[in-house]
């Protein structure tokens, strides 16, 4: 005999047929052989209610559940309908019950198969008893199937005698996953724009005298505020420091052999600029978020005159190839290729020896320029010597505003053993010594009054600090207030009044 669920949940009553309803087949083809005997408890209806919050009074849970006695063709009577109340509130619990048994839930989770009954038989929408009933058994599956699955987490394997996967050859499969990914894992192009970005601001720094030692400043800087730089899901894995190592390096060269194009073709050929023109140049390009003029930045302008009058007397360092950056990658800005090859010399294919590159070059003329007149900017050994500086590019650039020639090379004026490219730089000349003016354009004087005693005025015309102005103005007669500016406006790594020279770049490791 099957059992009938309909709209008053009627069993075998002749009134079935009169209400729409759904006939399932019977429980023990529908639910485990331990709800085989729900069939016959129906026939008999002797079984007693279990205690639950469904079954503890049947009135006040019909009640609660909102299940309403509705007029029967085969109960006329109040006391019929009370009774198939009673009935339909017993069998709903009772599955339920066997649900919580035969699925092995637990108490939380029979909640939860309540909860949905209640929910159910509560709303408006008159749901039927069997549509009701498939939700709940639906819902206990679910439920069972996470339990086993957390069981078999807890027993560590899954089904191990049937091929599965033990806990432990699932953590050797996490660790083997790890390592390939660390194998094939890559600095991104924002993290390699960041490293660009610091290397830049280093070694345009008014300060620098090592250019060798880039690479340890910048790797001592990122790794200061990894945070910041947006590098911290590197520290702490070897592999991927070792990568990251490896991307410093090349972006440093990189920049360096930039930064060395850069001083090569202001001071030769047909891109040569004044001092000027290279410095606003430069501190656009290698100052992140800034554009730094002359008049607003006298350090870059002093430092920048030294490195082009090194460049100017050793402009024979240029044919020696430049550093290998064969494993650059994309950055925010990189360099040019030549057009011509590279020339091999010795037996090291194309490789310069130690100590006799460019840029070491550069650090052994600022180490004796250091030992000769000190560290301090304002020293009046310094003075002279940028001064002079200063009236050779000049000299260079606008040789129109000078009232009489100046040689091209320090070389003419100064004794051999006192040329800065060589041995020790020279001391200025009786006449380099005199007023700036009477040598063309302001010299130093007028640029380390500003770090000492502050700027005048405002008053800086641009086009007059680049010589773009009439001829027959001569330059001694201009106001030192016109090409002073002030110290608010300075680039933070620019020098500060009184600024030393960094000479403890030259104990630094080179790159």
Known sequence: MALQYSSQLQVGSSSSASHAGYTLPPLTSMMPASLGTLGQASRGQSITTPTTPLSRNDNHSSARLGVTARPSASAPNGQAQGAETQRQVSRSTLLIENFVTTFRLSSSQAKELYGLYEVATSLPGELSMADIMSRVYSLACLLASENRTLRAISAGSFDTDQGGISSGE??????????????????????????????????????????????????????????????????????????????????????????????????????????????????????????????????????????????????????????STENLESGDEEQEPSNHKRKKFGRGGGRIAVGEDFWSKVDLWFKKGIELRGENLTSSEWQRFINQSIELDNARCHPHLLPRPLPSRVDDTVPAEETPSTESAPTSSPQSSEQDSSMGPPGLSTHLQLFIHGPADDLFDHDHAQGHRSHDVDWDTQVSSQFESRIADYHPTGPAPGAHLNASHFTSPSS
Not at 257 to 283: M, P, Q, Y
Request: proline letters at 3%; hydrophobic letters at 40%; glycine letters at 2%.
């Open 170 to 323: 699932l953590k050797r499969i996490v660790l083997d996953i790890k390592t390939m990914l660390d194998d094939c894992w890559k600095v991104t192009n924002q993290q390699k724009t960041i490293v660009r970005r610091v290397a830049k601001e280093q070694i345009y720094k008014a300060t620098r005298t090592s250019f060798k030692s880039l690479f340890a400043d910048v790797n001592r800087i990122l790794r200061g505020k990894p945070e910041l730089y947006r590098i911290d899901n590197i520290l702490g894995h070897p592999q991927r420091e070792k990568l990251l190592s490896s991307i410093i390096k090349t972006q440093v060269s990189a920049v360096r052999n930039t930064f060395r194009s850069d001083i090569r073709d202001s001071v030769i050929g047909k891109k040569a600029c004044s001092l000027d023109e290279f410095t606003v140049a430069c501190s656009t390009r290698y100052i992140a978020d800034a554009v730094v003029s002359p008049a607003q930045n006298q350090g870059y302008t002093v430092h920048n005159v030294l490195l082009r009058r090194f460049a100017w007397e050793n402009d024979e360092l240029f044919k020696l190839p430049e550093e």
